[in-house]
């Protein structure tokens, strides 16, 4: 079946630092995916919708300038958190549709900022 | 923008009940309601989903159903093992909006006693 992978699975960076998270459909493309994140023992929330060859959409509260998305091709999706602190301490997970009624989430990146 | 609660935040159950967890929705628009089942640092499963068109779907033990008038739908878990023990998360679409847009409900830890 469809695969979303996402890299790296787990980063500890320090605190001010910029940490890449990648997202990849390896057997189909996606012109759409989707980033969520999770703290513990909460729910997902949806963070941003990454385009393809546009740019990203936002949702409420979400700082664009510290969340970069950059969605280059149709099978790579990447979130940079850019001068991370021990807040941004998450995990964060990708998601992509296949197609109508197909819905792919990546393995997730747990991110710990010292 | 879309509005899931999930009820209840935690379920303990003998193994072989029954159990139920039921969510609500705000956007009526909304017409894609997946449920997942998260194992702890992992990403979330697809154990069933409903679509608007239909009021009920069942897969082995599990069946979802759904009220469009009332605006909420439920997950129900017939005869329950221990493995299915963890937290599950319902999910609404952004109505008329891409599918893959997905409203998290708060969760709800399951756990079946042996």
């Known amino acids: 079946g469809a695969v979303v992978s996402q890299h790296p699975s787990r980063v500890i960076c320090k605190s001010g630092t910029s940490v890449k998270i990648e997202c990849r459909s390896l057997?189909?493309?996606?012109?759409?995916m989707f980033w969520y994140r999770q703290f513990p023992k909460q729910s997902l929330m949806l963070m941003a919708t990454s385009n393809e060859g546009s740019k990203a959409t936002y949702e409420q509260g979400v700082e664009k300038d510290k969340f970069l998305i950059n969605h280059a091709s149709l099978t790579l999706s990447t979130l940079t958190v850019t001068s991370a602190h021990p807040e941004d301490s998450s995990f964060y997970i990708c998601?992509?549709?296949?197609?109508?009624?197909?819905?792919?989430f990546g393995e997730g990146s747990r991110l710990t900022v010292l | 923008g879309e509005n899931v609660e999930q009820h209840p935040s935690t379920l303990s159950v003998q193994e072989g009940d029954s159990a139920v967890i039921k969510c609500t929705y705000s956007d009526s628009a909304s017409n894609y309601f997946p449920w997942y089942k998260q194992e702890l640092g992992k990403r979330p499963q697809l154990i069933i989903d409903?679509?608007?068109?239909?009021g009920e779907k069942k897969d082995q033990r599990i069946a979802v159903t759904l009220n469009k008038t009332a605006k909420h739908f439920s997950l129900h878990i017939t005869e329950t093992q221990p493995e299915d023990s963890a937290v599950y998360f319902c999910a609404a679409n952004a109505g008329g909006t891409s599918y893959g847009k997905l409203t998290f409900g708060q969760g709800t830890i399951l756990t079946v006693h042996p």
């Open positions: 409903i679509r608007s068109n239909v």
């Open positions: 998601s992509a549709p296949k197609s109508a009624g197909e819905l792919f």
């Open positions: 057997d189909f493309q996606a012109t759409t």
